[in-house]
């Protein structure tokens, strides 16, 4: 049986998919955007603060399904300038301490609402 996560800590939907999905002890997230979940308005154009605000998403997901961001087993990060690898990975170690999850990070030709990053997760649920 799957289970809907839905946490109004993070930006609703856009579309015809749910915030995250707990199958077993999994926690699946969908992709999330640097979307305020206050207003529903995408951050200014800088990487730094929409970074900040997908892990933010993300960790509202994460609790609100009972687990951790830093029960993180796989991340996927899409970036459309793979320029802010660098500023990902300092990011990313002040929301995840080691043991990091497995990572892919990829550059892509445009993200929905023009993001400039999108991450979806895969967690661990005790």
Known sequence: MKKI?????APAAIGTYSQAIVHGNTLYTSGQIPIDPATGEMLAPE??????????NLIAIANEAGTSLQNAIKLNVFLQDLEHFAQLNQIMGEYIQEPYPARAAVQVARLPKDSLIE???IIAVS
């Open 5 to 9: 996560i839905k946490t109004d800590q």
């Open 47 to 56: 990487f730094e603060l929409q970074a900040h605000q997908v892990f933010k």
């Open 119 to 121: 991450i979806d997760a």
